[in-house]
């Protein structure tokens, strides 16, 4: 049975070549990008070889981490069904632990654990050369190429157990905002980084903290053992311990699978609700689920937030003229752009008013309300601000400044969310309505537009200005300010945020009728 079940898999391998010629041609092109990215990683790490074992240790336990961290998340995003799923093999009658171990080697013969096999014999002609042993350089690979193959198999069983009916292109954009907002701030950091022959001191802890994860160990030890590091013995515990608890956990999942049934009607009975499929099965997940919906295909939403970008950049211009010097203008336009994040949704409500009648007839909560509203803008702002943040720190040009940058960014965002949830139902006025163009503004008879807006920056600038004034002190060459500008921003923020949204859920409660009067009437 093993025998067939490889045979099998081979043939699932080189079966993708068969079809017509738009299938071939696609798994061509694959074929081509995959062996050409494997023959630039085998290239980089032969190269190595003119370095030292510092270097060279740093750079394998960092693209050895961030492939096997690869491993681990590609089932979860991917929403492909998986070939080997023991559910497959459960009409065989094949007992769990031979069925676990066929499956395992059979997961071994891929395209992705190919490609990692050849880097991995690259790696191991490395560290020989500098001097480590055959067999200890051989065990460190093998353990590393079976962690990710493990890895990759108990993901995949788990996306089969708690992801099977509620894969989406929604479930994978939000997985793919996740890994933007990881893998673009640590490019931007590495990117800016000298190394002139030395590891960067500011590498030298992470490379540490690292080698001693399950994600790096076993690309570590060859090394950590050939410089008579003290925690080489610990990082070989760690490779072998995670190898052996990913193979018990493999066990265990396919034990699991076999003795459970798929439950396809749930996949069905949240089929193509998009966003609503995705988010939980709460009033403010409802609620969020449907403010995504609005905020992804009403014009409206999308035109406030391609202008807060362009707003942004539009401050450095006259700071240029005026003299200041580039290095300072490259911190100006993220905390100006946090600030209009925030405060984007001082009227959402108003934008909703066709809808939100809903919430009342329904007896919704104020506090489901206020939250389900943010989590748009919420998704938004991180990602924009997390790519943002080490963009503009590294124009800067020092990085000691980012925690107080942070800091300020957090405080002037959640301040901004945490008013804005007052705002929307103390005083909202009217906007353009669905399917009208963003820039017809209604005629308003009142002042409660102006007076809503400018309170709300105003109350953001006056509440931020500790953090800004830390973050000021810090420039100024306070280091220890700029740890306060961090811890004080997020905490600021974190508070004016949790009080806005309990203020904007009373008042939600306390003025339903008034609110519904305003929805009828614009």
């Known amino acids: 049975m093993a025998a067939h079940v490889l045979r099998l898999r081979i043939a699932l391998l080189f079966g993708s070549f068969r079809g017509d010629v738009t299938d071939i041609v696609r798994a061509a092109v694959q074929l081509l990008a995959v062996a050409a990215a494997t023959a630039a990683a085998c290239w980089a790490l032969l190269s190595l070889a003119s370095t030292n074992v510092e270097v060279a240790l740093a750079v394998t336990v960092l693209g050895g981490s961030a492939i096997t961290l690869g491993f681990a998340l590609s089932p979860l995003i991917g929403a492909t069904s998986d070939p080997l799923d023991p559910r497959r093999f459960a009409v065989l009658g094949m007992a769990p632990r031979p069925l676990a171990a066929v499956l395992a080697v059979a997961g071994l013969i891929s395209l992705p654990i190919l490609a990692l096999i050849t880097i991995a014999v ?58 933007i907002v990881v893998v673009v701030p640590t490019a931007v950091f590495l990117s800016s980084l000298k190394w002139d022959g030395v590891v960067p001191t500011q590498l030298s802890e992470i490379i540490d903290v690292l080698a001693l994860t399950p994600v790096g160990a076993a690309w570590a030890f060859p090394a950590l053992i050939e410089a008579g590091d003290s925690q080489a013995a610990l990082a070989v515990g760690v490779a072998v311990g995670t190898a052996l608890l990913l193979a018990a956990l493999w066990l265990w999942l396919v034990n699991r699978l076999l003795t459970t049934t798929e439950r396809p009607v749930a996949a069905r009975e949240r089929g193509g609700l998009g966003w609503l499929a995705v988010a939980p099965g709460t009033p403010a997940g409802a609620i969020a689920g449907r403010s995504l919906l609005y905020w992804l295909n009403d014009r409206r939403y999308l035109v406030n937030v391609m202008v807060i970008p362009v707003a942004a950049a539009a401050t450095t211009v006259p700071l240029l003229v005026a003299g200041v010097s580039p290095e300072m203008v490259a911190l100006v336009p993220v905390p100006f752009a946090a600030l209009f994040l925030g405060w984007l949704v001082h009227n959402d409500l108003a934008y909703d008013s066709t809808a939100v009648w809903m919430h009342f007839a329904a ?160």
Do not use: N
Request: one cysteine or more; a positive charge; aromatic letters at 6%.
């Open 122 to 179: 690259c790696l191991a002609v490395l560290w020989i050369g500098f001097g480590v042993s055959a067999l200890v350089a051989a065990s460190g690979v093998a353990l590393g190429i079976v962690t990710c193959a493990l890895l990759a198999r108990v993901c995949m069983a788990l996306a089969s157990l708690f992801l099977k009916g509620r894969q989406s292109r929604e479930l994978t954009g939000v997985f793919l905002l996740v890994m």
């Open 363 to 522: 007896g919704v909560r104020g506090l489901s309300d206020r939250v389900g509203r943010l989590v748009p803008v919420l998704l938004v702002g991180t990602l924009f601000l997390a790519v943002a943040i080490p963009i503009a720190v590294s124009l800067h040009g020092r990085w000691s400044i980012l925690p107080a940058m942070i800091g300020v960014c957090a405080s002037l965002f959640l301040c901004g969310l945490g008013l804005s949830s007052i705002a929307s139902v103390v005083a909202p006025y009217a906007v353009s309505r669905p399917g009208d163009s963003p820039f017809r503004q209604p005629s308003r008879t009142g002042a409660e537009s102006v007076v809503s807006q400018g309170a709300v920056l105003l109350g953001v600038l006056i509440l931020s200005a500790p953090a800004l004034w830390w973050a000021w002190q810090g420039l100024s060459g306070d280091d220890d300010a700029i740890t306060t500008a961090m811890w004080g921003g997020i905490g600021i923020g974190a508070g004016v945020l949790l009080i806005g949204l309990g203020v904007g859920a009373a008042v939600f409660e306390r003025r339903t009728s008034r609110l519904m009067e305003f929805a009828e009437s614009t």
